[in-house]
């Protein structure tokens, strides 16, 4: 599978008003997912929950499977959007298994990419102190301890967090809300009305929606009313049950569909004594009753996709549930069949086709897979799959459909993590959970997860027996190299040393040119003037070309240019980058071609030739938008703040100071953590930007560079001169004094020389700035003197 097409996110789960998946956010966002299937009723409910939600900092949703906790959850949070300035964010925790990963899954979820060695509640504590957010966590009650203990530390933490919580019970923390949520109104049993009186519950209303979805002209009659009542009334108003029941209407009448659930549940009721039953056991019987409708190969195939985790391919489905009963070219048939079904929901994006189980629909199929003691050897099927999947990603990565392998493995990550989960906890199963973490080598950093890469490794190499395994030695350097790139120098310094004296005693020369690399960047980032590291470069370099080993290669050359630029030897820098561009584009490939540029531009930008240093950073922010490398774009950005105060564009520079910030705290690090060989001129431009602007107009440019999202970053470094002026919003009027400061600064004049033309102090004039530049909606001086230049005389 040379050329794969990206696959989307996994949709949102829903569990109780569609079976149609709402729309999966874009990669790295998780905010929330648009509404695909139509939302039914829920006014008061919503009206409740929004009260609620305005006087709490901790409302759970409690309801049993089914009852439509997460449709109702995220329609509330949409309402309440606009009430918090830094947003809304959902966080699925239905396919989470590994309560070490709860915290590290909000991590994801925030897009903050962790380079830093905290813990991962560490973390999110400080990057939510100063927000005003409200995260939506969907599908606790697995994981109801962990998530109760996150959500108290965060909450203390954080005064502006408010959390939305579901659950099928109780967080228990001190403070919480509980809203339960009820099932939809049905028909009382004594009444039939008819089909007008009828429209007026929800779960009949529910019903005609999701019937006439799968069978076109579906409406309520006279000649059906009294059917439709008298299911979804035994159907407890369940909107899960309901909407299961009404995909049934592609093959059965109202009438034969109740008559079929009806005969069920007298049955199971014989024994059962009188009175009202729990939810739970009607959708389980619903889930039964639906199961037994199905064919033997469709039973058999509903069981083992449920090992799957956060939604798969049809690839997958094949690789992994046929054979012994479900021949392979059956395995499509049987898939579109279940989709009619609403066992499976169909969901595609950009052409990419995948399929998940709801949860409700998962947990059933996974208690049918284990009544048959299949349960093991389908995660091993399933463990078996993914480990062929990284495979081939690293025979691919180092080329031209290095992205697309990306993007495929980001989709999957779900059932990566089910995979590495099964390898800690089976036993004998840990050497190819080693193998599969550290393929591809450069994965974990691609995506910025460096804390969960590490987390993985830590656990797969103590359940791993310590043999001479080749897949050892690798997992020690990537362990050891995360170490490095997260600043954890007290504990990469023994695992550097490890790993090249295992690499060395066991003869794999591939890793000790990989060890040699590694080792000479920890020495340059401690300390750039250290020369020694420039020749374990070159050793490592020569190790790889005896390989042919051109991602190593080109990792090394990328790696002492910078190392080269820093002391000085721009021309040893120049033609390291180059030889490094130059194998990179040979292979197609872009992730090491975007360090390999900026090392060029480093280099350029020491030679003195600032713009066209500047277009080589732009050229390394496009190549990195293909990933979720916000390290590397930081990276870009300082050598963009450079060059802004080298120029004397020093609100640009605080601006871009401000962006630094920002990018520096979501990534959970600091630039003397993570680039201390940056840190000497970040030092002396801070200082000299400061001086020059004055302490209230530097920290006001700051603020707004720290406003900044990363795709807004990326667009900003990547627009090759300043937006052009957009005129004044409406409604927005300069006042006299703030029109004369706007003509100053279109002439040129820095804030101290516009306090001594207009006679006022520099404190005055750089409120005026700042008010204009506010009002206006701009980010730079220059949007200003533009601004001012076309606006017509006698104009305000």
Same mark, same amino acid.
């Not at 966590?137 to 909450?155: F, G, I, Q």
């Not at 000479?520 to 070309?545: K, L, N, Q, W, Y």
């Not at 990792?555 to 820098?573: C, H, K, N, P």
């Not at 004044?728 to 020389?753: C, D, Y």
């Given at each position: ?14 569990? &109780?008003?569609? =079976? ?77 298994? +590994? ?20 813990? #991962? ?31 108290? =530390? ?52 529910? $019903? ?9 002209? $579906? ?26 029941? #009404? ?24 024994? =059962? ?32 996709m449920s090992v799957f985790s956060g939604g798969f391919d049809l690839a997958a489905a094949e690789a992994v549930c046929s054979g012994d009963g479900i021949p392979r070219p059956s395995v499509l048939a049987l898939v579109a069949s279940l989709v009619d079904k609403s066992v499976l929901i169909r969901q595609e994006t950009a052409g990419d086709v995948r399929y998940q189980l709801l949860e409700t629909v998962r947990e059933? &199929? ?34 031209? +459909? ?28 840990? &050497? ?15 995506? &910025? ?16 027996? +310590?043999?001479? #395994? ?85 990792? +090394?050359? $990328? ?13 040893? @820098? ?26 060029? @531009? ?46 004397? @564009? ?16 979501g990534l959970g690090a600091s630039l003397e953590e993570s680039v201390p060989f940056m840190i000497e001129a970040h030092d002396l431009y801070v200082a000299q930007v400061r001086g020059a602007l004055g302490r209230r107009a530097f920290q006001a440019a700051v603020d707004r560079g720290a406003r900044l999202t990363p795709e807004q970053i990326v667009e900003d470094i990547l627009r090759t001169e300043e937006p052009p ?48 530049? =506010? ?22």
């Amino acid at each position: 599978m040379a050329n794969p097409t990206p696959s989307a996110d996994r949709p949102a789960n829903d569990r &109780g008003q569609a =079976t149609i998946p709402v729309a999966a956010p874009s990669a790295g966002t998780a905010r929330l997912p648009a509404e695909v299937a139509s939302f039914v009723g829920r006014r008061a409910e919503l009206s409740e929950i929004g009260r609620l939600l305005s006087t709490s900092r901790l409302l759970t949703l409690a309801g049993p499977g089914g009852v439509g906790k997460t449709r109702l959850a995220l329609r509330a949070a949409a309402a309440a959007e606009a009430s918090y300035p830094d947003g809304v964010r959902l966080v699925e925790l239905a396919q989470l298994r +590994d309560p070490l990963l709860l915290a590290q899954s909000v991590v994801d979820v925030l897009d903050i990419q962790d380079r830093s060695d905290r813990q #991962a509640a560490d973390v999110l504590a400080a990057h939510l102190a100063d927000r005003e957010v409200l995260v939506v966590l969907d599908n606790c009650e697995h994981l109801a301890d962990p998530s109760a203990r996150l959500v108290e =530390t965060l909450l203390r933490a954080a005064p502006g967090l408010t959390v939305l919580a579901t659950s099928r019970q109780p967080l228990g923390v001190v403070g919480e809300q509980l809203f339960t949520v009820p099932p939809m109104r049905v028909p009382a049993e004594e009444r039939s009305p008819g089909p007008r009186a009828l429209g007026r519950y929800e779960a009949v209303s529910l $019903f005609e929606q999701r019937a006439a979805a799968v069978l076109p002209g $579906f409406a309520v009659t006279d000649s059906n009313a009294d059917s439709v009542a008298r299911l979804v009334a035994a159907l407890d108003g369940l909107p899960l049950a309901i909407e299961l029941a #009404a995909s049934w209407l592609r093959v059965l009448p109202v009438d034969e569909v109740l008559h079929r659930l009806t005969d069920r549940f007298t049955l199971l009721d014989t024994n =059962t004594p009188a009175g009202p039953q729990p939810a739970r056991r009607t959708l389980r019987e619903l889930m039964d009753w639906s199961f037994g409708l199905c064919a033997p190969q469709e039973q058999l195939l509903w069981a083992r996709m449920s090992v799957f985790s956060g939604g798969f391919d049809l690839a997958a489905a094949e690789a992994v549930c046929s054979g012994d009963g479900i021949p392979r070219p059956s395995v499509l048939a049987l898939v579109a069949s279940l989709v009619d079904k609403s066992v499976l929901i169909r969901q595609e994006t950009a052409g990419d086709v995948r399929y998940q189980l709801l949860e409700t629909v998962r947990e059933y &199929g996974y208690d049918r897979l284990e009544g048959l003691g299949a349960g093991t050897r389908a995660r091993r099927r399933h463990r078996d799959h993914f480990a062929r999947l990284t495979e081939e990603a690293q025979a691919h990565w180092f080329g031209p +459909d290095q992205v697309a392998w990306c993007d495929r493995l980001r989709a999957d990550h779900a059932n990566l993590r089910a995979a590495l989960e099964f390898c800690v906890t089976e036993p004998g199963e840990a &050497g190819t959970g080693l193998a599969m973490v550290g393929r591809p080598r450069d994965y974990w950093i691609a995506i &910025g997860s460096l804390s969960e890469g590490r987390q993985w490794l830590v656990r797969l190499l103590a359940a791993a027996p +310590d043999g001479d #395994a080749p897949e050892r030695t690798r997992a020690m350097g990537l362990h050891a190299w995360l170490a490095v790139l997260q600043g954890d120098e007290t504990e990469a310094e023994p695992l550097l040393r490890q790993h090249f004296e295992r690499a060395e005693r066991l003869g794999d020369t591939s890793e000790v040119a990989w060890a040699l690399q590694y080792v000479g960047a920890a020495m340059g980032f401690s300390d750039p003037t250290d020369t020694e590291a420039i020749t374990i470069f070159d050793a490592a370099a020569s190790g790889h070309r005896d390989l042919d080993d051109m991602e190593g290669l080109s990792s +090394d050359l $990328f790696m002492q240019a910078i190392a080269e630029a820093l002391i000085g030897d721009v021309g040893r @820098a120049m033609d390291l980058s180059r030889e490094a561009v130059s194998i990179s584009d040979g292979a197609g490939e872009s992730f090491v071609r975007s360090y390999a540029i900026f090392s060029m @531009a480093l280099a350029t930008w020491r030679s003195g030739d600032r713009p066209a240093a500047t277009e080589l950073v732009r050229e390394a922010v496009r190549l990195k938008k293909s990933f979720h490398d916000r390290w590397g774009l930081a990276l870009c950005v300082e050598l963009t703040f450079w060059t802004a105060a080298e120029d004397g @564009a020093h609100d640009r520079a605080a601006y871009l100071l401000g962006v630094l910030h920002a990018l520096w705290k979501g990534l959970g690090a600091s630039l003397e953590e993570s680039v201390p060989f940056m840190i000497e001129a970040h030092d002396l431009y801070v200082a000299q930007v400061r001086g020059a602007l004055g302490r209230r107009a530097f920290q006001a440019a700051v603020d707004r560079g720290a406003r900044l999202t990363p795709e807004q970053i990326v667009e900003d470094i990547l627009r090759t001169e300043e937006p052009p002026a957009a005129p004044a919003p409406p409604g927005v009027r300069l006042t006299r004094r703030e029109l004369q400061v706007a003509g100053l600064v279109a002439q040129g004049m820095s804030n101290k020389e516009i306090s001594a033309a207009l006679v006022i102090s520099l404190r005055t004039a750089e409120n005026h700035v700042e008010h204009v530049l =506010t009002k206006l909606g701009f980010s730079s001086r220059t949007q200003i003197a533009l601004w001012a230049s076309q606006r017509p005389p006698g104009r305000t």
